[in-house]
């Protein structure tokens, strides 16, 4: 509980007691003003802070005023009570007559009316300080067994494909989620259980409906719930509940309330948003978000196609610019060389070939023309002899020394008597023409020359 | 990338995971030229395939405890934004 520098246990009459003695005994002889006599007791009033419970009876909260003005009483006595506005702001209760409330401040006196009131710092309403305070107990513990380490959390998945969603089926809430995932990524697939968020049998119902969405499949969970008071919360404050979202195989999302105050699940669960909406948004990309992505993804493509491509003609013109590339004679310059050196050589070896074949040449005619001359002449010498000789053969020589040949009407030579009879025409031929006679008669003549008549004509 | 799936068949976490690793590969500069325009088509395709799904999908609400009542209807006002 807290303390503003003195003892928070209630009034102590010793204390208070001890200061009217002093006051007493100081002023025993000397009467006081009014004025000092209120000072002494406003100090000793105010020297002691006091927690009190209360029903509020009277409110009155105005524009103008610096202060909220009420009164808290039970069954035999009243108090009015003044809270300055900033303090009345900050305690986040909107007073309400018939609230018990829980107040804590100092006994003050207003002097100028000779009125006692009670100065309030701080108010709670009745009741949440027993609840809170277990709450607290509880979240001791499971802390202390390291439950709501921030170790433990795990990142949510980037794309949930199935989602869980644990709240109440006829809530707001259900409905924020559902429109905040068909808007962002609808690409999700949400099995829903609903189940009550409210009253003794709530975290039972929650734990079933964890277990139910994800033995379907869930790859993340939601259990959300919209906003209520503190106690509308108790079910999300209960260690079974929390057990079971700490044990969750999958990550859990906790979306509660609109409130600044932190349930237990909300301690324990892997991401804790602020509401059912902000639950939704936590396990969904953002359509814009992916459509910037998307288009940043095919610009990085395209970017590096096109580096590549650039590179690639790059390193293509680079080899190309080589010398080999570039004057193809380089490739075979040597052995063009060596060709050239080969001309050459044959260039100036050929000449000398050439003389000396010249020479032979001329040496082989000469050698030859003398000899022509040489050739002819025996051939020349015995064609002589056989022209004589030919000459002496010749029949018409023959003739010319007085021979005939005799031929019968066909031509054909006579060369014996018995080729002929009388009377039979026979041409004769001489060295100069040819005689038609007619054979008168046959003579024979022996091997000693003698004539034999052997017919005539 | 000649057996890789069919884009269809991959599940929207599945494309977006090979998207990026084909982003990276291509960022490196590891590739061969032909490889390297083959997995920009792949990535284009993969691309073009999320973009689909999230413009096409209808959400898909499977009640598996209780019962869901009320209106679902994008117009009304969010209760957490008011």
Known sequence: MVSRGCPTTGVSPTVTQNNIYESGENSASTALSVSAAMALAKRSLESVTVRMLGEVSEVSIKAGYKAAYFTVKDSSASLPCMMWNNRYRACGVQLTVGQMVELEGRFTLYAAKGRMNFDVFSITLAGEGNLRLKVANIAKKLQAEGLTDPARKRPLPLYPEKIGLVTSPRSAAVHDVLRTLRRRFPVATIYLAGVPVEGAQAPVGIIDGMRCVVNAGSQVVLVVRGGGSFEDMMPFNDENLARAIAACPVPVVTGIGHEVDTAIADMVSDFRASTPTAAAEAVSPSRESLDVLFQSQADALATGVRRIIAAQKAFVERASDRPAFRDPAFLFASEAQALDTSIERLNRAMPAVLEKNAIFIATARQRLVASGPHITEKPQAELSRNAARLDDLSPIKTLARGYSVTRDENGKIISSINQTEIGQRVIVSLADGRLDCKVGGIDEIDLFGRNKEINHG | ?82
């Not at chain 2, 929207?12 to 030229?33: C, K, M, P, V, Y």
């Not at chain 2, 009304?76 to 934004?81: E, G, Y």
Request: glycine share 4%; no cysteine; charged share 35%.
């Open chain 2, 1 to 82: 990338m000649d057996n890789a799936r069919p884009v269809e068949e991959m599940t929207f976490r599945e494309a977006s995971a090979e998207l990026d690793g084909i982003i990276r590969q291509i960022e490196s500069n590891t590739l061969e030229l032909e490889d390297t325009l083959k997995a920009y088509e792949r990535g284009v395709a993969l691309i073009a395939s999320l973009q689909k799904r999230l413009s096409e999908a209808e959400q898909k609400v499977d009640v598996l405890m209780g019962e869901l009542s009320g209106q679902q209807d994008d117009q009304i006002r969010d209760t957490t934004l008011s």
